[in-house]
């Protein structure tokens, strides 16, 4: 499986903007980015997941840079509930793959 | 339309007890994962389950662990024999099928704890 490498740790303001990168150079051409997070004490959920253009839901925004070796989730204003352990992964869709590999994540902590 | 649900929240087995952890998916859902969460670390693959089938257990203990998705009821995580080094968060995850866009819904996990 390709692998993801993410900040151990961000800050970031209430209510300002975070940027959330991974790095991801060895991803295949089938391989999707998903993003899940988890919160204190609870399990994994799903945030957002791309391909190759830019997507946006209601939680967040994935930003995939042209060669799709690394990708920014972008939480528009973050909110105190936004702390959690943020998880970029790779999963290929072709080849059956059901697994998700986690890594360590993105500790972010959020400041009022 | 009730998420995934895992069952007991917290447990609490001293040494050489066994530990039986359940879990139901989501309506619908006929693919069950479990992962265990060491503190302070990453989710761990353990097992793929779909009903009455095991079809991936390559990330089980090869022993006193063994897990089931029987046709009727929820999934079973059965740890024999708990040791101290089996105390971890086990979370559990459902999703309708692998196709590209099935992410998957965990519940909030059961805590085990062995004294």
Same mark, same amino acid.
């Given at each position: 499986d390709a692998k993801t490498t993410q900040p151990n740790s961000m800050e970031s303001n =209430? =209510? =300002?903007?975070?940027?959330?990168?991974?790095?991801?150079?060895?991803?295949? !051409?089938?391989?999707?980015?998903?993003?899940?997070?988890?919160?204190?004490?609870? !399990?994994? =959920?799903?945030?957002?997941? !791309?391909?190759t253009s830019n997507v946006n839901n209601r939680m967040a925004s994935l930003a995939i840079a042209e060669d799709?070796?690394?990708?920014?989730?972008?939480?528009?204003?973050?909110?105190?509930?936004?702390?959690?352990?943020?998880?970029c992964?790779?999963?290929?869709?072709?080849? !059956?793959?059901y697994k998700y590999i986690f890594g360590t994540g993105t500790r972010l902590k959020v400041l009022a | 339309n009730a998420g995934v649900m895992q069952n007991p929240r917290h447990l609490v087995r001293r040494r050489g007890q066994e530990a039986r952890l359940r879990c139901s998916p989501m309506k619908?859902?006929?693919?069950?994962?479990?992962?265990?969460?060491?503190?302070?670390?990453?989710?761990?693959?353990?097992?793929?389950?779909?009903?009455?089938?095991?079809?991936?257990?390559? /990330?089980?203990?090869?022993?006193?662990?063994?897990?089931e998705f029987p046709k009727e009821g929820p999934s079973i995580l059965r740890i024999q024999q708990v040791v101290r080094g089996d105390s971890a968060a086990y979370f559990c995850a459902?999703?309708?099928?692998? /196709?590209?866009?099935?992410?998957?819904?965990?519940?909030?996990?059961?805590?085990?704890?062995?004294?």
């Open positions: =209430e =209510e =300002e903007p975070v940027h959330l990168p991974c790095n991801h150079s060895t991803i295949s !051409g089938t391989d999707y980015i998903h993003w899940y997070r988890q919160l204190p004490s609870q !399990g994994p =959920e799903y945030v957002i997941h !791309g391909l799709r070796k690394s990708s920014t989730l972008i939480l528009h204003r973050a909110t105190l509930r936004d702390a959690a352990v943020y998880y992964i790779l999963r290929d869709h072709t080849s !059956g793959t | 619908g859902h006929s693919h069950v994962y479990w992962y265990r969460q060491l503190p302070e670390e990453g989710l761990k693959f353990m097992v793929y389950l779909q009903k009455e089938n095991i079809i991936d257990e390559s /990330g089980m203990p090869k022993e006193r662990f063994s897990a459902s999703s309708p099928g692998t /196709g590209w866009d099935y992410g998957y819904t965990f519940g909030s996990g059961t805590r085990l704890t062995v004294v």
